[in-house]
């Protein structure tokens, strides 16, 4: 028995971020059964003929917006060019008159501009680029806008944080029509190191701390992140650096804001979360591969850093279809807002 393809159209015009358009339209072109296409993937151009990404690739759409028919998922991608006050109005234009049956209407980055101008946004959660969230707030003040959020659904809208979060998003909607296994074969194929929830911060706490060091400290952090199991502490981090125990944790903490012992527990902390979130282990694993004693002293960290139990946080973020429905998971404290907002 033959199934039924669903038709997706992912928009392109003058100025837009090119993976913001491209990385959904190859997640979704992945997906086989058999051999046979899941989905037919139209490019959509506001106007005939080319037009340029802001990188100045070339592309030729298929058709055009207003010759989309049977749309079963339009995708907004962002761009400098939707923040043009006239391309703005003809997407704005043509989401008043079709957006509400549009099975699933999905902004990436700062497609929101468009998708949230049209008022189809109005009461809803929703998220965006981190860099443009304070903008998109003033502008549109009735969104109830989440900016650390990777990705959001709300009812038959979609959003996304930037760029490469639109191949988590698309990926989400893969499994939503065609299960985890589907989405995981995509992820393999398209090499993505991980599949994000939903719920996970914009990015890690790993790049911010390297983003802020910027300093002498950079290798050694990079090295660190890949031996976390191995001994960590202030003497052998100093041996490593060439500094005494006293000159590195002085140096480091002006560095970083924070000693190295606190810098070591959150690398683990983050590692070990990527790992339950995959499934990797047992949690009394997990717990020695990233580096901690033992098991208990890894759920007092992690519940003391998260404010939620490792077994509770697998159970709730390892369940990406229900975060991708925008649903937070109830935490052993009956908090259903804590795993959704963990940092």
């Known amino acids: 028995m033959t199934m039924a393809m669903r038709r997706v159209g992912v928009l392109g015009y003058e100025g837009v971020e090119a993976l913001d358009l491209v990385g959904p339209m190859e997640a979704f072109a992945k997906v086989q059964t058999g051999g046979q296409r899941r989905y037919d993937v139209l490019m959509l151009g506001l106007r005939p003929g080319e037009f ?98 990777l990705f959001i659904k709300d009812g038959s809208f979609y959003t996304s944080a930037g760029i490469t979060a639109g191949l988590d998003l698309a990926l989400a909607l893969v499994e939503e029509d065609h299960g985890p296994r589907a989405a995981l074969t995509v992820a393999r194929d398209l090499v993505m190191y991980l599949k994000r929830p939903g719920g996970q911060a914009q990015y890690s706490e790993p790049l911010r701390f390297q983003e802020e060091s910027g300093g002498r400290f950079g290798d050694l952090t990079s090295w660190m992140l890949i031996n976390l199991a191995k001994d960590l502490s202030v003497e052998a981090l100093a041996r490593r650096a060439c500094l005494s125990p006293r000159h590195f944790a002085r140096q480091f903490r002006a560095a970083f804001g924070r000693t190295p012992a606190a810098y070591v527990e959150q690398l683990r902390l983050e590692e070990a979360r ?54 937070p998971p109830v935490t052993r404290q009956g908090n259903r807002r804590a795993l959704h907002r963990a940092p």
């Open 52 to 149: 340029r990404s802001e990188s100045g690739l070339v592309f030729k759409p298929h058709l055009r917006l207003e010759d989309a028919q049977g749309m079963d998922t339009l995708v907004i991608p962002g761009g400098a060019g939707l923040r043009e006050p006239g391309v703005n109005a003809q997407v704005v234009r043509w989401l008043l008159a079709h957006g509400q049956t549009v099975r699933r209407v999905v902004s990436v980055c700062t497609g929101i501009y468009a998708l949230a101008a049209s008022g189809l946004l109005d009461g809803r959660r929703a998220t965006t680029h981190w860099q443009f969230a304070r903008d998109v707030a003033a502008r549109f003040p009735k969104v109830r806008l989440e900016p650390d959020a």
């Open 274 to 327: 990527r790992r339950l979130v995959e499934g990797d282990g047992g949690i009394e694993q997990v717990a020695l591969a990233v580096g901690f004693q033992s098991a208990d002293v890894f759920r007092r960290a992690f519940e003391r850093r998260f404010g939620v139990a490792p077994g509770d946080y697998r159970r709730g973020f390892g369940a990406r279809a229900e975060l991708a429905r925008g649903t």
